[in-house]
C-alpha cells in the first residue's frame, strides 16, 4: 500500500523518532554520492505562498539525484475545474511524489485516495506536519529526546498547534495550550489528544517550567483581511522576556516563521539567545530529506 504524509499521525512513534535521527544524521553527512532518488520526480502543487516549504523540497529532491516540479493551481487545469480525482490519477501516473499545500485540508486528503504515488501535506488549514518534523528534529538535536518534556503553545489554535497537539501525542510529551477565546484548537483534535493537552487562561501561566515555548503568526495565510480584528484579539498573547523567564531556564523559542517582530513575538525574544528559528528553518531540508527517502526508497 502506497504510504502517505498527511497528518503526524500518519506516523508511528519509532517511525517519528527513526525520521528525526535520520534527518540528523543526513544534516551531519553530507555525500553528493548518496543519490538515492536519482531520477525520481516530485510534482510541488501551491496553493498558497512559500518560501521554507518549497525550497527545503526542490534542493532536498535535488541533493538525492532527483528533481522536483513547481505547479501553481493557476497554471494548471486543476484551477480551471478539473476534478481533483482526475488530477490526483494524471499527476501520479508521472511522477513518483506529489506534495500539496492547499487551503482545505480535504483537498489533500481527497488526492491521496486517488494518487498511486505518496502524497505530502506541506501545510493545509487544518496542520502542518512537515514543520513538526524539523521542529521535533531541532528540539532532539539540541535537548534529546522529548518524551516527558512540557511544551508551551501561546497564540491561535491553528494549524500549527494542531500538529504540535498530534506531535505530542506521537511523541509523548505535554502540550501546554494559551489561546485567545474564539481562537481554541479543533475540539475533536484536542479530544483525541486526550489527558496530553492541558488549556491555560495566560500565556505566563501556560509558560510556566515549559521546555519549549512556541507561537505563530496572529493571521495565517487566507486570513489577512481578519488582521485588525485578530491584533485586538491576541494583543495579550505576544511571547516577550516576560513570558520566557516563566519556562525552564534552558528553554528554547521556535516559530515556524514567516515572524511579525513586535505582534505574536517581540524581537528580543525571536533575535535573542533562547530562540532556534534559523536552525528549526535549515532543518526542514534536513527533515524533509528523510521523509522523501522513507516514503520514495520504499517501493
Ligand atoms: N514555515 C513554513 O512553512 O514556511 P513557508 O511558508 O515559507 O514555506
Ligand atoms: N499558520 C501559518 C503557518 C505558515 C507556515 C499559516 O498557515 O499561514
Redesign the pocket.
Known amino acids: 500500500m502506497t504510504r502517505h504524509f498527511i497528518s503526524l499521525l500518519d506516523l508511528s512513534s519509532d517511525e517519528f523518532r527513526g525520521l528525526i535521527h535520520r534527518a540528523i544524521e543526513l544534516k551531519n553527512n553530507r555525500d553528493s554520492n548518496y543519490q538515492p532518488l536519482k531520477g525520481q520526480v516530485l510534482a510541488m502543487i501551491f496553493e498558497?505562498s512559500s518560501t521554507r516549504t518549497r525550497i527545503s523540497f526542490e534542493a532536498g529532491m535535488s541533493h538525492f539525484g532527483g528533481s522536483a516540479i513547481f505547479l501553481s493551481p493557476r497554471d494548471t487545469q486543476l484551477g480551471r475545474g478539473e476534478p481533483l480525482q482526475d488530477s490526483a490519477k494524471v499527476i501520479s501516473s508521472m511522477v513518483d511524489g506529489i506534495m500539496l499545500r492547499t487551503n482545505g485540508h480535504d483537498m489533500v486528503t481527497t488526492f491521496a485516495q486517488y494518487s498511486s504515488v505518496p502524497v505530502i501535506n506541506g501545510?493545509t488549514?487544518q496542520e502542518?506536519p512537515c514543520?513538526l518534523l524539523a521542529d521535533m528534529q531541532t528540539y532532539f538535536e539540541l535537548r534529546g529526546d522529548i518524551q516527558g518534556k512540557t511544551v508551551a503553545w501561546i497564540g491561535?489554535g491553528?494549524?500549527?498547534c494542531h500538529s504540535y497537539i498530534h506531535a505530542a501525542t506521537v511523541l509523548d510529551f505535554t502540550l501546554h495550550i494559551a489561546s485567545p477565546a474564539g481562537y481554541m484548537p479543533d475540539t475533536a483534535i484536542v479530544a483525541a489528544a486526550g489527558e496530553r493537552v492541558k488549556f491555560f487562561d495566560t500565556p505566563l501561566a501556560a509558560a510556566e517550567q515549559a521546555d519549549l515555548v512556541v507561537t505563530?503568526?496572529w493571521a495565517?495565510?487566507?486570513q489577512e483581511e481578519e488582521q485588525k480584528q485578530r491584533e485586538i484579539a491576541f494583543k495579550d498573547y505576544q511571547v516577550n522576556a516576560e513570558v520566557m523567564a516563566m519556562a525552564n531556564k534552558d528553554a528554547l523559542f521556535m516559530h515556524?516563521?514567516?515572524a511579525h517582530r513586535g505582534e505574536e513575538v517581540s524581537a528580543d525574544v525571536i533575535d535573542g539567545v533562547q530562540s532556534v528559528v534559523f536552525p528549526e528553518a535549515e532543518n526542514r531540508l534536513h527533515a524533509q530529506k528523510a521523509l522523501l527517502e522513507f516514503l520514495l526508497t520504499k517501493k
Open positions: 498558497k501545510l488549514d502542518h514543520q491561535d491553528n494549524n500549527m505563530d503568526v495565517s495565510m487566507g515556524c516563521l514567516p
